[in-house]
């Protein structure tokens, strides 16, 4: 069983800058895709960045120039930081990520929330 755990949520004023952290209880090697999604009371779950086991990364164009998705294998660790935090980016942010060996396998965290204040 994998497990994922989000940290580095909190309040900031806009402008700020948070690294939120997903931290897998097995290696990374076993996914297909790391991603991270924010979800907001009322709306649709929304994803905001991913990457790819080859390193190719993606963002939604709300987030783009100012979120940053990477890794670190040895610590079986991704990141997300947020720079430029704007009021619309509060929200409750999940990690997520796809087996690549196990169909129609995933995992998510239960997120951590995120608060920017202007």
């Known amino acids: 069983q994998v497990f994922l755990a989000e940290s580095g949520g909190g309040s900031v004023q806009a402008g700020g800058s948070l690294r939120l952290s997903c931290a897998a209880s097995q290696s990374l090697f076993r996914f297909e895709v790391m991603e991270w999604y924010r979800q907001v009371p009322g709306k649709q779950r929304e994803l905001v960045a991913a990457i790819t086991d080859e390193d190719v990364t993606s963002y939604s164009d709300s987030v783009q120039g100012r979120f940053t998705l990477s890794r670190d294998n040895r610590r079986s660790t991704f990141y997300l930081n947020m720079n430029a935090l704007k009021p619309e980016d509060t929200a409750v942010y999940h990690c997520?990520?796809?087996?690549?060996?196990?169909?129609?396998?995933?995992?998510w965290g239960p997120g951590t929330p995120v608060t920017v204040s202007s």
């Open positions: 997520h990520a796809v087996d690549k060996y196990y169909r129609n396998t995933d995992y």
